[in-house]
């Protein structure tokens, strides 16, 4: 089974313009995401799909591989699609170039799923968090994430799900974090798909698999992420990073 790893890396950002160029510590975003997911040493290949000169120069420069992309694509699956096409893989995983603290363990589980699966029913893994704190349940920006007995993705929203009716008990809330592992072939087949009706609405991609009825393993992580949105997530990752160094 053959493994690897796509890093999508645009250079626009609403939020945050040119935000994986940014210095975390003595690197940059996008490289400290490459090489921090290079050294897990979980994959055949790491490759960073971006359609910025700068990026791909920035990658390049420092012996990592990169492959450039189309400007066009709605969503991060379409440029890993794109990027994998005519590679030689059976799983392909996806860590956001944002997320430079990806943790190895949390990769391993993702891949693994697909090891315990011979019959080839899950399309995509994916990442879940638990969520305790009432803002960030609340917040749209936090995507939610409700699943079966069995960690089957039943919907993700970006509304409070489930809704606690009776108010007497907290249920368990679940953040989606972004980071997948598909089949190549589901992967490629999401791409060729128009955007779905409930994808449009909640703009959650992988929505979009459930409502063609496909299986989205969720494993469970408690690991810290940082998603770098925002200049003030910047200055919360590099103190991340000094207490990291100071250990």
Do not use: W
Request: proline residues 5%; contains cysteine.
């Amino acid at each position: 089974m053959k493994t690897v790893s796509i890093i999508p890396a645009r250079y626009d950002s609403t939020r945050f313009p040119g935000k994986l160029m940014q210095l975390l510590g003595d690197k940059t975003v996008i490289l400290r995401t490459y090489q921090n997911v290079v050294a897990t040493g979980l994959f055949d290949e790491v490759v960073v799909a971006t359609d910025s000169e700068i990026i791909a120069k920035e990658i390049s420069d420092n012996a990592g591989r990169v492959v450039m992309t189309r400007r066009d694509h709605q969503c991060g699956s379409d440029r890993i699609a794109e990027a994998v096409a005519a590679m030689d893989a059976d799983i392909v995983v996806n860590v956001q170039g944002d997320e430079p603290f990806v943790d190895g363990e949390s990769l391993k589980k993702l891949i693994d799923v697909f090891g315990a699966d011979p019959q080839k029913e899950i399309a995509l893994a994916s990442l879940m968090t638990p969520l305790k704190a009432t803002a960030e349940v609340e917040n749209p920006s936090v995507v939610k994430v409700i699943v079966d007995l069995n960690h089957f993705a039943l919907y993700f929203s970006r509304s409070p799900i489930p809704f606690d009716r009776d108010n007497d008990q907290v249920p368990p809330y679940f953040k989606h974090v972004g980071v997948y592992a598909f089949r190549k072939e589901a992967l490629i087949e999401f791409s060729q798909q128009e955007m779905t009706p409930l994808e449009s609405a909640e703009k959650i991609e992988c929505i979009r698999y459930l409502e063609h009825g496909k299986k989205i393993k969720m494993v469970l992580t408690h690991n810290l992420n940082f998603e770098i949105d925002t200049p003030e997530d910047l200055e919360r990752a590099k103190a991340h990073l000094n207490q990291l160094n100071s250990k």
